[in-house]
């Protein structure tokens, strides 16, 4: 099996990225969605990030409040890493048991934000960036309903997408047309499953 690690900036694009993978037929695992459903499940996470910051993080509902949650936590980076220790590691033992369950020869993408920051791109067999410079994931932020406060605090927390392109197996530009990301896709997801069924030295 080959681990991806599919990563790039705020609103750089790897949702659509990932997207477009998993229509080819890959795996894909986005980090954010696994750590929204610990939530949602009510269970160990959800009981230690509500013991970490108090029932003031809750909704009505008694569900987590994720707007207000990220509120305090990206403003404050000793509680961003209290918050990261609980999800983390949970998202870690997921993984693995999903990749457990995986054949031979098939390929897992993940999809995570802050993988070159934290350092555990070095799991993975292949890093995949998805780059757009900084003004243009701005404005895409923007659009979509980001504050530009909100959108700075959380991009300070990012090291420059120009510096991750070092770390990078496939850069996949998407400053561009759809056709144009959809087509450097493609040729991306080729060599994946070329090197997943023969290895990378094929």
């Known amino acids: 099996m080959l681990k991806v690690a599919l990563t790039g900036n705020m609103c750089s694009g790897k949702s659509t990225v990932g997207r477009m993978l998993r229509e080819l037929g890959v795996y894909l695992f986005d980090a954010d969605s696994i750590i929204r459903g610990f939530y949602e499940e009510r269970g160990d996470v959800y009981r230690a990030?509500?013991?970490?910051?108090?029932?003031?993080?809750?909704?009505?509902?008694?569900?987590?409040?994720?707007?207000?949650?990220?509120?305090?936590?990206?403003?404050?980076?000793?509680?961003?890493?209290?918050?990261?220790?609980?999800?983390?590691?949970?998202?870690?033992?997921?993984?693995?048991?999903?990749?457990?369950?995986?054949?031979?020869?098939?390929?897992?993408?993940?999809?995570?934000?802050?993988?070159?920051?934290?350092?555990?791109?070095?799991?993975?067999?292949?890093?995949?960036?998805?780059?757009?410079?900084?003004?243009?994931?701005?404005?895409?932020?923007?659009?979509?309903?980001?504050?530009?406060?909100?959108?700075e605090r959380r991009w300070r927390l990012q090291m420059p997408p120009e510096e991750k392109l070092r770390y990078a197996h496939f850069i996949i530009d998407n400053t561009g047309t759809v056709e144009r990301l959809r087509e450097r896709v493609f040729e991306v997801y080729r060599v994946l499953k070329n090197w997943s069924e023969h290895g990378r030295n094929h």
């Open 49 to 151: 990030v509500v013991e970490a910051f108090g029932i003031g993080i809750l909704d009505p509902s008694g569900g987590i409040d994720r707007k207000r949650l990220a509120d305090m936590v990206f403003s404050n980076p000793g509680k961003l890493a209290v918050l990261e220790s609980i999800t983390h590691q949970a998202l870690y033992k997921r993984l693995e048991g999903e990749f457990k369950g995986l054949l031979e020869g098939s390929v897992a993408v993940v999809e995570a934000s802050l993988l070159i920051e934290k350092g555990t791109y070095r799991n993975y067999h292949v890093i995949l960036l998805v780059y757009a410079p900084y003004e243009v994931c701005k404005k895409r932020a923007l659009l979509s309903g980001y504050s530009e406060e909100d959108f």
